[in-house]
């Protein structure tokens, strides 16, 4: 099974999709993206953003 986490479901304008075979992993992925396309260091994510995250996550 495959996780997707799609940019767009977060309400950026961003057309980016993230996919890992693993939660860790993929949240992993988005931390990465979200500080270099984004601009949000990864370190300083609120939980509420985390939350978020976690139920925009995709099961493929
Ligand atoms: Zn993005």
Known sequence: ???VL???D???NCPKEI????????????AE???KDHGLPATTIPPAIMAMVKAAIKNE
Do not use: I
């Open 6 to 8: 799609r940019c767009r």
């Open 33 to 35: 993206h979200a500080e």
């Open 1 to 3: 099974m495959t996780m």
């Open 19 to 30: 996919r890992a075979e693993s939660e860790d992993e993929l949240l992993k992925l988005a």
């Open 10 to 12: 977060l309400g950026m």
